[in-house]
């Protein structure tokens, strides 16, 4: 069966924040070895959508809590929501995992990338086998990201300089 589920979200102070359209092509799920209605998997899809909101809780301004919203979301898409990015994984590490992924996911089927889904020592050992092959794509990453970064360090220190 497939759901759509349509969420806005809004900070109680801060305003609008950003909107979500899920859609899922849900077979059967179960809790406790019973299915459950449609109703129930539609009502744990709309919960799970929860933590987008979650991530903008405590925001202190509009722009804070829609960059929460849009790193949470980001997340999300990546397929990276959960994985670690304090201490435990560089940044190397996770730009591979990303770059990696999203390839496998468009070369493999729907079942064969599963095994890679949640398997990040799966996801490297993939990359170890095709290193020259994929080193350049994650080397060019890194570089857009701290491209990226030196844009926002740049439009962040002219701000200071504006007279308002």
């Given at each position: 069966m497939e759901y759509n589920v349509k969420?806005?979200?809004?900070?109680?102070?801060?305003?609008?924040i950003g909107a979500v359209h899920l859609v899922a092509e849900v077979g059967k799920v179960t809790i406790g070895g019973k299915e459950l209605p449609s109703r129930s998997v539609e009502y744990l899809l709309t919960f799970?959508?929860?933590?987008?909101?979650?991530?903008?809780?405590g925001a202190k301004s509009n722009e804070q809590a829609v960059g929460l919203f849009d790193k949470k979301l980001d997340?999300?898409?990546?397929?990276?929501?959960g994985v670690r990015t304090g201490g435990g994984t560089s940044e190397l590490e996770r730009v591979t995992l990303q770059v990696v992924r999203a390839?496998?996911?468009a070369k493999l089927t729907e079942d064969a990338f599963a095994a890679y889904k949640e398997d990040d020592d799966k996801v490297l050992e993939a990359f170890e086998k095709n290193k020259a092959k994929l080193e350049?794509?994650?080397?060019?990453?890194?570089?857009?990201?701290?491209?990226?970064?030196?844009?926002?360090?740049?439009?962040?220190?002219?701000?200071?300089?504006?007279?308002l």
């Open positions: 969420r806005a979200f809004e900070h109680k102070t801060n305003g609008a799970a959508l929860q933590s987008l909101q979650d991530a903008y809780a997340a999300l898409i990546a397929g990276t929501i390839i496998l996911k350049p794509l994650v080397t060019e990453r890194m570089e857009e990201l701290a491209k990226e970064r030196a844009r926002k360090a740049k439009l962040a220190a002219n701000a200071g300089e504006l007279e």
